[in-house]
């Protein structure tokens, strides 16, 4: 069974590492992007151009988005009952104190902070799938979500 | 620099292999156990005989404990300010789905089964320890 991953990145270069490592450590991982907060939330809810959008199994959420950025986006997640319990990654170049207590604060499951280079970025992809895909028992979708059967 | 490690557990064997686990995987850990509920409160907020008690960086909490539940520890950590971005996470032997989605409704910031085999848990404390006490970033204490 597939496992959906909304990422949630502006930036292209870290969209590509993504991509590129997922695909090397786990061929199930189906990497949906949003690149700003207006269109994460779209997706989240299945709101025009995103009707059939697949529930993720995990979001990995960059801070500073255009539109939206990432601690609303983070804040409207966790605030929303239906959306709540999808497990929210904070996923960032941020290394201030103030961004970890904030994301938190408001209820992210983990702030991880982007290394600059490209191995241990690539180490950090897996990592996520080690302890989140592999580990972690995430919450069936069943009966939530926007309707799609 | 010590890291705080609270395991809300009450069955003495879980706690034992926790503890070698931890002292393989991690010496830096010092881990607290509280054995049930109430206790777990006690520690957190730092009543009666836990005074001195250190803020935990993690907590790992047991569902099944006596006199106060991990649902409603949890449920208390995370309505409190003071507490709520202390990460916690469920390590439990239950895996009935109504759990997992009750733990994640209540904000815990993952969800671990225990495994029954005595390899599969040390690799299980393992990997709590290589994510999130080497990958994660953990707040700062206030």
Redesign the interface.
Known sequence: MPLQVLLVEDSPGDLRLTREAFRDVNPFVHLDVAKDGVEAMAFLRRETGHVHAARPDLILLDLNLPRMDGRQVLALI?ED?NL????TVILTSS?L?AD??KS??L?A?????KPMHFEAFHS?VK?IN???LN??????HKGAGGGSA | MPIEVLLVEDNAGDVRLTQEAFRDANPSVHLHVASDGVEAMAFLRREGVHGQAPRPDLVLLDLNLPRMDGREVLAQIKEDNGLKTIPTVILTTSDAEADIAKSYQLQANCYLTKPVQLSAFESLVKSVNDFWLTKARLPQKP
Do not use: G, H, R
């Not at chain 1, 709540?84 to 497990?87: F, G, H, N, Q």
């Not at chain 1, 499951?109 to 902070?113: E, I, Q, R, T, V």
């Open positions: 966790k009952d709540k319990s999808i497990p290394e104190e970890v207590m938190y604060s209820q499951n983990c702030y991880l902070s950090l990592s080690d302890f989140w580990s972690v028992k995430l919450p069936e």
